[in-house]
């Protein structure tokens, strides 16, 4: 039996927040019901401007979905068969599998054990005559080392993608992450820190040719009505999707500060029991996630489990070891850092709707276990 007295806690609490937004949500979906434009219309385009401003990038653009918006961007970067494109086994399918859906082949390179996110001095050993690009991933709402990154970019000729899926608002030496590549692409799935009721997503570029090229590949390759001039997708934001985000987009900078308040109180608490998330002056996290790292972690999950409360594990198998990606010969041990992470890491419940009552009893069934466990 639990003795958590707040039910269960998940591990984002998504009707909480709709308590909070649900009359403007309402106001704005009946605007949408009665304008009869469903796609491409208004608040899609409001949207764009605003989170294009929003990261400091000159255009932006809706989309149907995260995993989309990567899609979309190696199509506009002309990449497709017998190219590869590097990122890291540590992170969400999508960030590999969009690769191979463009028919290229993913190229993996493994982590820093701090950050979790690709070690950009690993990187030039995987460059091969091949490289066009480079997918950045900001994991967990950390930036990558983008400095690091673009420079051998640079001196490779290669493209830089920032899959920023996880990272909207973070900053990087000062500046919002999204627009330092040529391409930044970020998902809207509910869960995510800016999240729709549904599937969204967008991409962003400074390049006036490049936004072009992505307009008219997300829309069947047209850019005027049953003109085709390539063969495109159809991977639109819709009105709804939008119309809520726009809601949504007002209390971005509020729940983000919230997450970073949540995140330094487990840090706080919890960093002398076991590798807590590490923070540099000019890598800012925004916490998606907030994930610990300990030998035990499956049975401090499952003692939190018989309190009521979640946690989860982002991600369980790397990319390089998934079944779909057999066909890259990649082996157990190619990537020591990755894989071990992938055994010890535990998210812990985040969101922007924690009460610090609630996180205070997460912290110390945490602590119990750990005084037994540890
Ligand atoms: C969520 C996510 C995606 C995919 O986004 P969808 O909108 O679910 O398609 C891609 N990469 C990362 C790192 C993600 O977290």
Do not use: W
């Given at each position: 039996?639990?003795?958590?007295?707040?039910?269960?806690?998940?591990?984002?609490?998504?009707?909480?927040?709709?308590?909070?937004?649900?009359?403007?949500?309402?106001?704005?979906?009946?605007?949408?019901?009665?304008?009869?434009?469903?796609?491409?219309?208004?608040?899609?385009?409001?949207?764009?401007?605003?989170?294009?401003?929003?990261?400091?990038?000159?255009?932006?653009?809706?989309?149907?979905?995260?995993?989309?918006?990567?899609?979309?961007?190696?199509r506009a970067l002309n990449i497709g068969p017998g190219d590869e494109v590097i990122?890291?086994?540590?992170?969400?399918?999508?960030?590999?599998?969009?690769?191979?859906?463009?028919?290229?082949?993913?190229?993996?390179?493994?982590?820093?054990?701090?950050?979790?996110?690709?070690?950009?001095?690993?990187?030039?050993?995987?460059?091969?005559?091949?490289?066009?690009?480079?997918?950045?991933?900001?994991?967990?709402?950390?930036?990558?080392?983008?400095?690091?990154?673009?420079?051998?970019?640079?001196?490779?000729?290669?493209?830089?993608?920032?899959?920023?899926?996880?990272?909207?608002?973070?900053?990087?030496d000062g500046k919002r992450i999204g627009a330092i590549g040529d391409i930044g692409?970020?998902?809207?799935?509910?869960?995510?820190?800016?999240?729709?009721?549904?599937?969204?997503?967008?991409?962003?570029?400074?390049?006036?040719?490049?936004?072009?090229?992505?307009?008219?590949?997300?829309?069947?390759?047209?850019?005027?009505?049953?003109?085709?001039?390539?063969?495109?997708?159809?991977?639109?934001?819709?009105?709804?999707?939008?119309?809520?985000?726009?809601?949504?987009?007002?209390?971005?900078?509020?729940?983000?500060?919230?997450?970073?308040?949540?995140?330094?109180?487990?840090?706080?608490?919890?960093?002398?029991?076991?590798?807590?998330?590490?923070?540099?002056?000019?890598?800012?996290?925004?916490?998606?996630?907030?994930?610990?790292?300990?030998?035990?972690?499956?049975?401090?999950?499952?003692?939190?489990?018989?309190?009521?409360?979640?946690?989860?594990?982002?991600?369980?198998?790397?990319?390089?070891?998934?079944?779909?990606?057999?066909?890259?010969?990649?082996?157990?041990?190619?990537?020591?850092?990755?894989?071990?992470?992938?055994?010890?890491?535990?998210?812990?419940?985040?969101?922007?709707?924690?009460?610090?009552?609630?996180?205070?009893?997460?912290?110390?069934?945490?602590?119990?276990?750990?005084?037994?466990?540890?």
């Open positions: 039996m639990s003795d958590n007295k707040f039910g269960q806690i998940p591990m984002v609490d998504l009707k909480e927040e709709l308590r909070l937004i649900r009359d403007p949500v309402l106001s704005m979906l009946t605007e949408v019901l009665d304008s009869g434009d469903y796609i491409l219309g208004d608040k899609g385009e409001q949207l764009e401007k605003q989170l294009a401003q929003y990261v400091n990038a000159s255009y932006g653009l809706g989309v149907a979905n995260g995993t989309d918006a990567l899609q979309l961007s190696l990122t890291t086994p540590f992170t969400f399918f999508a960030s590999g599998e969009a690769i191979a859906q463009v028919g290229a082949k993913p190229v993996f390179v493994d982590i820093e054990e701090e950050t979790y996110n690709i070690d950009p001095s690993k990187i030039e050993q995987a460059i091969t005559q091949n490289t066009k690009a480079i997918i950045a991933v900001h994991l967990y709402g950390q930036s990558a080392k983008m400095k690091e990154i673009v420079e051998i970019a640079k001196t490779h000729h290669l493209r830089v993608i920032e899959d920023a899926c996880q990272a909207i608002g973070t900053e990087y692409c970020f998902s809207f799935f509910p869960s995510k820190n800016l999240g729709a009721f549904g599937d969204a997503g967008l991409v962003v570029t400074n390049q006036k040719q490049l936004h072009e090229k992505l307009s008219e590949l997300r829309n069947h390759g047209s850019e005027k009505k049953y003109h085709h001039s390539s063969i495109g997708m159809n991977s639109r934001l819709d009105e709804f999707q939008a119309a809520v985000l726009l809601v949504k987009l007002y209390y971005l900078d509020i729940f983000l500060h919230k997450r970073k308040e949540v995140a330094n109180r487990y840090t706080e608490h919890l960093s002398h029991l076991f590798k807590t998330p590490r923070t540099t002056d000019n890598r800012e996290h925004t916490f998606h996630q907030y994930c610990i790292e300990l030998d035990n972690r499956d049975e401090l999950a499952a003692a939190l489990k018989d309190h009521g409360i979640a946690s989860a594990i982002y991600y369980p198998i790397p990319l390089h070891l998934q079944e779909a990606f057999h066909y890259l010969h990649y082996k157990e041990g190619d990537f020591p850092i990755a894989e071990k992470t992938a055994k010890r890491i535990l998210a812990l419940p985040i969101s922007p709707m924690l009460s610090f009552q609630k996180q205070d009893y997460i912290i110390s069934t945490v602590k119990r276990f750990m005084e037994t466990n540890g």
